[in-house]
Each structure stands twice: as C-alpha cells, then as structure tokens.
C-alpha cells in the first residue's frame, strides 16, 4: 500500500496548486468467475468488478495540454489534445491517450487538457485488468471535466474502442464493461454480442472469493491471445460450411457439437478451441442458473470445469496456473477454482470457505512453491462499484 502523505507530496510535485479545483476518480480491477475467452467470440461472461482498482487524480488544464504520471512508473507523459499518437515508448500512457482521443471524437470538440495522476493496488500483469481500469478511469474523467453526456456502458466501448485501434490490442468488450458498470454485491451476466446485462446478485453465505495471484510473467499472454482469436475466426469459417447461419462459435448448440467434431476431425487444433467456446458458452449459462438457485457447490465445480477446459482445449493455463489451480482443488474447504484472464501467468479465483481461508492459503503456497519454486500472492475479493467519482475531502488514496 502506498503512504498518504508521500502520494499527496507527489502529486504536488507534479502537479502544483491548490485542491480546489483537483477532482478525484477511481475504477476497479475484475475477475470473470466463468466464461473465459468468449467475449470475442460473441458469447456470455460472468465477470464481477473489485474494490481493488485504479484511482486517478486530476487537475484540468486550458491549454490543451494531457500530462499523465503513474507512481508505478519513473517518467511524466506529456502531449496535446490536438496530436495525440500512438508512441511505444510512452507505455501505459498510449492506452490513456486513446481513450482521450475516443471521447474528443464521441463529443466533436477538443478536452481542454490536465494533469492525470494515477496509482493502483492491483498487481501488475495479474489479469485483473488493470489497463481497462486506466481506460475507463480516464475516460470518466474526461466526461466529467468536459460535462459531456457518457453513460457508463458507453465509457466502456469507448474504451475498447481505443484500446483495439489506438494500441492495437484486439481485446473484447468483458473487461471494460465489467469496470464501467459493476455493481456491488453482484456480477454481470453480460452478452458480449449485444450488449445486454443482468445483474446477478453473488450471494456467498460462508464462502468468499479467493483469488491468488502466481507472481509469474505472463509473456506470452498478448502473443497467445491472438493466435488464440485467429484461430477462433479460422474454426468458425470452416464451421459455417455446415451450419452456415451462425455468426458466432457461441451460437453453436450442444446438440450439434457432434456434426462439428466430424467436421473438423482432421484440424485438431481449431476442434480444440471451438470445443471450448461452445462448452464454455454453456458452463457460463448454466453457472449463472446454479448461483441464483444457490448451489454453491455446483458453480465450483463449473469454475473446475471451465480451468480443465482452458488447459486442454484452450491451451492458455500454464504450469503455474495448473499448479494453483491443482492446488485449491486438494484442499477440502474449496467447491472450486480456475484461473481468470488471459492466461500464461495472472490469478486462479477459488470459491473457499471463509474459516478454512488461512488454512487454504498456507496449503495453497507450500505445493504451489513445491512445483514451481514461485511464491503466491492472496486476497479475499470483495465485490465492488463499477467507475466512479469520489467525494473529495483531502487527497484519498
């Protein structure tokens, strides 16, 4: 956790000037419980929003001028509002940039600039979406410092938008659309087609969600999840030979699983994927079922399902995710656990009994560092707001 005092001395230093006119933002990190790997291929997910997140302070400007600081990074990002581009060596700022861009072209007008502060207590790299919170952080900033009329939902596409054609990640809309519109105490059955959403209360009793973070790079994740989505495109165009009406992977029923594992018997590798996405589309329908009708122990074993599906099919877990995963699985306080994100390194979620956690957590890191050597990191997840502003009484971290 970072010091108050030592924040607040920073953002003067790069900010200098007075409160009264610093307005302060926060949006959260995510964990999809089920449906992974799906948002793109037009299907269902089931993600929650965190009280882990991003906050941002900011101070606007009059002369076009952005200027973006992290305090998990050592340089000042500066640009103006009428030249913004795509720069490698600028980092996380090109994600805030194009969402900047995103809104000035939404609205027809020009930001008027600022000063943009940000600090997080989500890991970097843990697949909690720490970039889409930087996104949709900025971008509610944006909207309030230019009064402009966003509704959340819209933020989220906004931002999906800048991160597809400004950074060029060929990400879905889950993640955006998870830190937008969250909602305490609930996850988002979300139709990443459509759009459309319900709210679904999560209603633990004496479990609570445990997620654990590997402490792994995870290189390879941008690199596999385009090969991954290629591949994806590639299975539907050979799919749609026999089913020429779906548009979508997700669209595929059960029923007709079988007529598409002979048709692409001899291309293993996209029946793996596609495998996946139909299965996974229909854990995801079914876990929402068996969470509102309270079967805790049935989710957990979809959330199981979902990891041996991402390992086998999907091929994204890893050996560290399967070692996490395999570890919470032993322990007998756990209904179920799968990893969440993009994959190759990130976090598994647990569904855990909460006075059997300690015990959980300590099983969990002796095997976890007997395979790997690696050390895991734990928090109790909350679920939380979706992108807000905060009340402003002093500089809050």
């Given at each position: 956790?970072?010091?108050?005092?030592?924040?607040?001395?920073?953002?003067?230093?790069?900010?200098?000037?007075?409160?009264?006119?610093?307005?302060?933002?926060?949006?959260?990190?995510?964990?999809?419980?089920?449906?992974?790997?799906?948002?793109?291929?037009?299907?269902?997910?089931?993600?929650?929003?965190l009280t882990r997140g991003v906050s941002l302070w900011v101070r606007?400007?009059?002369?076009?001028?952005?200027?973006?600081?992290?305090?998990?990074?050592?340089?000042?990002?500066?640009?103006?509002?009428?030249?913004?581009?795509?720069?490698?060596?600028?980092?996380?700022?090109?994600?805030?940039?194009?969402?900047?861009?995103?809104?000035?072209?939404?609205?027809?007008?020009?930001?008027?600039?600022?000063?943009?502060?940000?600090?997080?207590?989500?890991?970097?790299?843990?697949?909690?979406?720490?970039?889409?919170?930087?996104?949709?952080?900025?971008?509610?900033?944006?909207?309030?410092?230019?009064?402009?009329?966003?509704?959340?939902?819209?933020?989220?596409?906004?931002?999906?938008?800048?991160?597809?054609?400004?950074?060029?990640?060929?990400?879905?809309?889950?993640?955006?659309?998870?830190?937008?519109?969250?909602?305490?105490?609930?996850?988002?059955?979300?139709?990443?087609?459509?759009?459309?959403?319900?709210?679904?209360?999560?209603?633990?009793?004496?479990?609570?969600?445990?997620?654990?973070?590997?402490?792994?790079?995870?290189?390879?994740?941008?690199?596999?999840?385009?090969?991954?989505?290629?591949?994806?495109?590639?299975?539907?165009?050979?799919?749609?030979?026999?089913?020429?009406?779906?548009?979508?992977?997700?669209?595929?029923?059960?029923?007709?699983?079988?007529?598409?594992?002979?048709?692409?018997?001899?291309?293993?590798?996209?029946?793996?994927?596609?495998?996946?996405?139909?299965?996974?589309?229909?854990?995801?329908?079914?876990?929402?079922?068996?969470?509102?009708?309270?079967?805790?122990?049935?989710?957990?074993?979809?959330?199981?399902?979902?990891?041996?599906?991402?390992?086998?099919?999907?091929?994204?877990?890893?050996?560290?995710?399967?070692?996490?995963?395999?570890?919470?699985?032993?322990?007998?306080?756990?209904?179920?656990?799968?990893?969440?994100?993009?994959?190759?390194?990130?976090?598994?979620?647990?569904?855990?009994?909460?006075?059997?956690?300690?015990?959980?957590?300590?099983?969990v890191r002796v095997a976890y560092a007997d395979k790997t050597g690696?050390?895991?990191?734990?928090?109790?997840?909350?679920?939380?707001?979706?992108?807000?502003?905060?009340?402003?009484e002093g500089l809050e971290v």
């Amino acid at each position: 956790m970072h010091d108050t005092e030592a924040l607040q001395a920073k953002f003067f230093w790069f900010s200098p000037g007075d409160m009264t006119d610093v307005r302060q933002f926060f949006a959260p990190g995510r964990v999809n419980l089920i449906g992974e790997h799906i948002d793109y291929n037009g299907g269902h997910v089931f993600p929650a929003a965190l009280t882990r997140g991003v906050s941002l302070w900011v101070r606007p400007r009059a002369d076009g001028v952005v200027r973006f600081f992290s305090v998990d990074f050592p340089e000042t990002i500066e640009a103006r509002v009428d030249e913004l581009e795509f720069r490698p060596s600028d980092g996380y700022a090109n994600y805030t940039k194009g969402v900047i861009k995103a809104v000035q072209e939404e609205a027809g007008t020009l930001f008027c600039g600022g000063d943009f502060f940000y600090m997080s207590n989500l890991a970097n790299g843990a697949g909690l979406s720490s970039s889409a919170a930087v996104e949709v952080v900025t971008a509610a900033a944006v909207r309030a410092l230019m009064a402009y009329p966003l509704d959340n939902a819209r933020i989220a596409v906004l931002s999906q938008r800048a991160e597809n054609d400004f950074v060029g990640v060929n990400c879905g809309i889950m993640d955006q659309f998870a830190v937008a519109m969250g909602k305490a105490g609930h996850a988002i059955f979300l139709d990443c087609q459509t759009l459309a959403y319900e709210w679904v209360p999560v209603t633990l009793g004496d479990y609570a969600l445990v997620i654990t973070n590997t402490n792994e790079r995870r290189g390879l994740a941008d690199s596999k999840y385009n090969e991954r989505r290629s591949e994806c495109e590639a299975a539907l165009r050979r799919i749609q030979e026999i089913l020429p009406d779906i548009q979508n992977l997700t669209q595929i029923s059960i029923d007709r699983w079988d007529d598409v594992e002979t048709h692409l018997a001899s291309e293993p590798n996209l029946l793996r994927r596609a495998r996946h996405v139909v299965f996974e589309e229909h854990r995801t329908n079914e876990a929402v079922r068996v969470l509102k009708a309270g079967r805790l122990a049935a989710f957990g074993q979809l959330m199981n399902d979902s990891h041996v599906s991402l390992r086998d099919d999907y091929e994204v877990t890893g050996p560290a995710l399967d070692a996490l995963a395999e570890a919470a699985w032993s322990f007998s306080g756990c209904l179920g656990s799968r990893m969440t994100g993009a994959g190759f390194g990130g976090c598994t979620v647990s569904l855990v009994r909460r006075a059997a956690i300690p015990e959980f957590e300590e099983h969990v890191r002796v095997a976890y560092a007997d395979k790997t050597g690696l050390q895991p990191s734990f928090y109790v997840s909350e679920i939380g707001d979706g992108v807000h502003e905060q009340q402003k009484e002093g500089l809050e971290v």
